[in-house]
């Protein structure tokens, strides 16, 4: 993350530029063909040799496309605002945050406030790149980014079930998003400020219940980050059963709504749901290392489609990829990890399924390996087996017990071997394929993984 004087010197300069291009318009006509070639990647007025076209030049371009002009020259100056809003307040935002601050500004929805973010960044780039103004070989090297100006991607999991943990009142993002109750997206809780009536007055914490929302509560990198003192859905004192991960929202509905599975005496009325909506976030990613930090014999099981994207996103979540893997491996270039390091950034994440080799033989449901899937499942195989090696290591020092290695080991060597019975095969299958559903196949699991 960039630094406050860092971003700040950025914006002034940014902001300069700005008002002497207003003040000293170019003289030299534009052309309509570079207003559109430019308009992408170009600085604001002044703004060295990439120029947005000047906003009051009549003869330059259609009305139409100078207001166009204007309006993302305005979107990029209020995404500014938002980030030195959050500078000075100490916070930090998603792009769904900021959207919802202003939507008639942002026609095209989040889209526009993503290239917004990113025009913003390459201004800074340009106007104040950082590095060390004495060591000219550094300027350049670090770039202005999302996550640096404290943005970060709009969460997309849900989180539902037998579960409740504090948030931070200050976690309501921008100064004005205390004032709005709630902002719902297909009746997903969007915004968690100020919705329970158990808010903690003294400490300055929010209650966030998972059993009282019956769609579920959105997953963004406030929940992701500030959640805290995790216990069960009736209080303090009470803990939840355990965790399902789930890939796809259909499967969410199936096994909770469909089978009402969160009713009071139900098998899974003391579990909790994760579900992802495909490859986990980093705000989703977030909350289950600090939920695991908190509450470590806490069982997760993870239930996603027996196909490589599916067996991919089983890893994403136990931590063999995503950003924080990715970051792990560029640091591991520059100095190797040791076993204990590498098992530290691993979820004991017990891996359900679906498995196709383990469908009945006379059962429907599979299909061909794309040419893609094979590519997914040549990369997912080549990770797995370094981990595996690295995990083969004596670890004296590791921050996980046996236990949890053995279980982490343990789902990487279920996966390989059937990335291994994938490949041999060439064939894969959904979740659904399953002849008694997923809900069968979830308590099957669940029992296995009961300690006798």
Not at 84 to 93: F, H, S
Not at 160 to 176: E, M, N, R, V
Request: charged share 20%; hydrophobic share 40%.
């Amino acid at each position: 993350m960039l630094g406050d004087d860092e971003i700040i010197r950025a914006a002034e300069a940014v902001v300069n530029a700005y008002l002497v291009g207003l003040l000293h318009r170019p003289d030299a006509a534009i052309t309509e063909a570079s207003s559109q070639t430019h308009h992408h990647h170009s600085a604001p007025c002044g703004m060295g040799r990439q120029k947005m076209p000047p906003l009051c030049e009549a003869k330059c371009t259609s009305t139409e496309k100078k207001l166009n002009a204007l309006r993302r020259t305005a979107q990029v100056l209020y995404v500014l605002s938002c980030v030195m809003d959050m500078l000075y307040q100490g916070l930090t935002c998603t792009e769904r945050d900021v959207y919802y601050q202003n939507t008639s500004l942002f026609r095209n929805g989040q889209r526009d406030v993503h290239t917004s973010i990113e025009r913003l960044c390459r201004w800074m780039d340009s106007m104040h790149p950082l590095g060390n103004t004495d060591d000219p070989e550094t300027i350049g090297r670090r770039c202005y980014t999302r996550e640096g100006l404290r943005i970060a991607a709009s969460g997309k999991s849900i989180l539902i079930g037998y579960i409740s943990f504090d948030i931070p009142k200050s976690s309501s993002i921008l100064p004005s998003a205390s004032q709005t109750t709630q902002l719902t997206e297909g009746n997903v809780l969007q915004t968690q400020v100020f919705f329970e009536k158990t808010a903690n007055h003294l400490t300055g914490t929010v209650e966030v219940n998972g059993m009282r929302h019956d769609s579920g509560i959105l997953v963004n990198m406030a929940v992701g980050m500030r959640s805290c003192h995790f216990r069960g859905a009736e209080g303090v004192g009470s803990l939840p059963s355990a965790l399902i991960l789930v890939e796809k929202e259909s499967t969410l509905r199936t096994l909770v709504v469909g089978k009402d599975a969160l009713d009071l005496g139900a098998p899974l009325s003391r579990c909790f749901f994760l579900c992802s909506k495909g490859y986990p976030c980093r705000a989703s990613r977030t909350l289950l290392h600090k939920l695991h930090r908190e509450l470590p014999q806490l069982p997760i099981f993870v239930l996603v489609d027996g196909d490589p994207h599916g067996m991919r996103i089983a890893l994403t979540f136990l931590g063999l990829f995503g950003g924080g893997a990715s970051t792990r491996r560029r640091k591991q270039q520059k100095r190797p990890f040791s076993s204990a390091e590498f098992i530290s950034t691993l979820l004991p994440v017990r891996w359900i399924g679906v498995r196709p080799s383990a469908l009945p033989h006379q059962a429907t449901g599979r299909a061909p390996l794309t040419l893609l899937d094979r590519q997914v499942l040549l990369q997912m195989t080549a990770r797995v087996v370094e981990a595996l090696s690295l995990l083969e290591d004596e670890v004296g020092d590791a921050t996980c017990s046996e236990e949890e290695m053995n279980l982490i080991r343990g789902t990487l060597n279920d996966i390989l071997r059937e990335a291994e019975w994938m490949k041999e095969k060439s064939l894969k299958c959904a979740l659904q394929a399953w002849p008694d559903g997923p809900l069968h196949l979830l308590m099957d699991s669940l029992e296995l993984g009961r300690p006798a």
